[in-house]
């Protein structure tokens, strides 16, 4: 038999038990659409998650008070640990590769105006904020550079100018922050959110007043920025050496934004492999199924075995029916169930648009080799048994 009148036998026997066939498919067919949706999730989480971290750049170093040990403990609940302070905001804005810099200070008061009253997220902050985090203005100024003493100036998020004022504009008026008297001096272009966080809903006052605002002695957090051609770890290092020699030891944990990135990638990377497997667990129940159904079809088709034997087939030309058989089954499986996989992706992104769906190809490219592979390996074990008939005793089975 030449290789093409293999493979239209081949055709021919899928093709005489089509229900037989069709439900051999859907085995394979589930179990690669499994895999395109799950890994599509997965693979969407994870650049949506990265993609909300980056947002506000990747050249960001990030100290906070308390240093981090491998046991999870922050050494910020030992009472001699030395707080962050505003003057180490400013020792850190002459390392050479920093850019700017800003103290962070975080509460939640209400925010009062003309009878309105609005419970909202406070950052205590400085002049680098919408160089820092990348934000922008819509209208007025950020709050300015000033001495120990700053006057008491808001710049309100989006969302919070609406609430407050409507479609007023708010420059120049008079708020209440935790019962204190703040003039507003600008208002903050719409940033959106980061993982549920409405960054519009905020309020920007000086670090010096949040500290007293909030009773606190230290900052939460002091944010650089770096020039983007520096060694992240270079900075780093600087950053260390500086605040050890004000501190006196390393009371301070350093994160850059690299770092954070790349163990969230590890991360979330590991989590689309781990959906991928759950998938793949479908893949290999459809392969089962053609191990199954190819086993039945050797113990039908005895007769038909004896007579191509008695024709001149070969064992080895058998086996490669029954091998080719059970691939072409894989492969039309696989083809179905990456139609139907990426149908349901499309379908789910027009009815959940906030959904992160993202193809990962490399899996679907894996999901089809493997359900070939698996069509390979469930056939050899039946191609094998039949290529064994006796073609004699085939023929004379009823």
Not at 100 to 111: K, Y
Not at 226 to 245: F, G, K, M, P, T
């Amino acid at each position: 038999m030449r290789t093409t009148d293999l493979m239209r036998y081949a055709l021919g026997a899928v093709g005489e038990r089509p229900g037989r066939s069709l439900l051999t498919v859907l085995g394979i067919a589930i179990g690669v659409a499994a895999v395109v949706l799950l890994t599509a999730i997965g693979e969407g989480v994870h650049r949506f998650v990265l993609a909300e971290f980056s947002q506000f750049g990747t050249n960001l170093i990030a100290v906070s008070p308390g240093r981090t040990t491998t046991l999870g403990m922050s050494g910020a609940l030992v009472s001699n640990v030395r707080p962050l302070s505003l003057e180490d905001a400013r020792a850190l804005a002459r390392l050479p590769e920093v850019e700017a810099v800003v103290p962070v200070v975080q509460g939640n008061v209400a925010v009062e105006h003309a009878g309105r009253s609005r419970r909202t997220t406070v950052f205590g902050a400085g002049p680098g904020v919408p160089e820092i985090w990348s934000m922008r203005l819509a209208s007025g100024r950020f709050l300015p550079e000033r001495g120990a003493n700053p006057p008491a100036f808001a710049v309100l998020g989006a969302e919070l100018a609406v609430q407050l004022f409507g479609q007023h504009s708010p420059l120049g008026a008079r708020i209440r922050v935790g019962g204190e008297p703040y003039r507003v001096i600008g208002v903050m272009a719409r940033k959106g959110q980061m993982l549920g966080f409405d960054l519009d809903d905020t309020l920007y006052i000086p670090a010096e007043r949040a500290l007293a605002l909030f009773d606190r002695d230290s900052l939460m957090e002091i944010d650089l920025l770096y020039d983007r051609h520096a060694d992240s770890a270079v900075v780093a290092e600087r950053v260390r050496a500086l605040l050890i020699r004000r501190h006196g030891t390393e009371d301070f944990t350093i994160t850059t934004q690299d770092q954070m990135l790349a163990v969230l990638g590890s991360v979330l990377g590991a989590l689309t492999t781990v959906v991928g497997a759950l998938g793949a667990i479908s893949l290999l129940v459809g392969g089962i199924g053609i191990l199954t159904i190819m086993t039945i079809a050797v113990g039908e088709r005895r007769r038909e075995i004896g007579l191509l034997r008695a024709l001149g087939a070969g064992r080895e030309q058998i086996r490669w029916l029954f091998l080719l058989e059970a691939m072409l089954l894989a492969l039309l499986g696989g083809l179905v169930g990456l139609a139907i996989g990426a149908l349901v992706v499309v379908l789910l992104g027009l009815a959940l648009p906030g959904l992160p769906l993202q193809p990962a190809w490399d899996f679907v490219l894996l999901a089809e080799c493997g359900a070939l592979l698996l069509g390979l390996v469930a056939g050899v074990v039946p191609a094998l048994r039949a290529a064994r008939l006796d073609p004699v005793r085939a023929l004379h089975e009823q």
